[in-house]
């Protein structure tokens, strides 16, 4: 694994899960297991935001991910997002997700990022990016945000 994908998305659907699972298929990762895993990048990993992506192995397959995730039912807006920063020793991913804007998601992910480099002080990191997803969520309805980094392709679970 040398290319760690960023993928954004959100859906809507008649229940949470359905609202998930619609904004996992918006950003391409619908028909796979998915591992969460904490949020450490290796060293020498690129992490290239693609939006989307597909054509990761067979559909069940395990995908090791860090996710942001928020649904919401009350209107408003519901948001997800992941800041990054890596350095030639490794690197970190921040998550942070809810029933709020995107601005308030992007401080949270943007303070914890540097409460991580704070925490690796002797690591040479880069400017940290970050990535936030944001919806409307009408009443009604359940709507989903996701941000997730992506390690790799699906791995066979049989």
């Known amino acids: 694994m040398d290319t760690i994908r960023v993928v954004w998305g959100s859906g809507t659907g008649p229940t949470a899960m359905a609202s998930y699972d619609a904004a ?19 060293a020498g990993a690129d992490v290239e935001p693609v939006g989307t992506t597909e054509g990761l192995g067979a559909v069940g397959g395990r995908l090791t991910v860090v996710e942001a995730r928020a649904t919401a039912t009350d209107p408003g807006h519901v948001s997800a ?3 990054w920063a890596q350095s030639p020793e490794g690197g970190l991913f921040y998550e942070a997700a809810g029933p709020t804007d995107a601005a308030d998601v992007e401080e949270r992910v943007r303070q914890g990022v540097a409460a991580g480099q704070e925490l690796r002080s002797t690591w040479a990191f880069g400017e940290p990016k970050v990535r936030v997803q944001s919806a409307a969520v009408e009443p009604g309805t359940h709507t989903t945000a996701v941000v997730l980094a992506v390690y790799g392709d699906a791995d066979a679970l049989v």
């Open 81 to 83: 997002g992941l800041a």
């Open 24 to 42: 996992l298929a918006d950003a391409g990762v619908h028909n796979y297991n998915l591992v969460t895993v904490s949020s450490m990048i290796p």
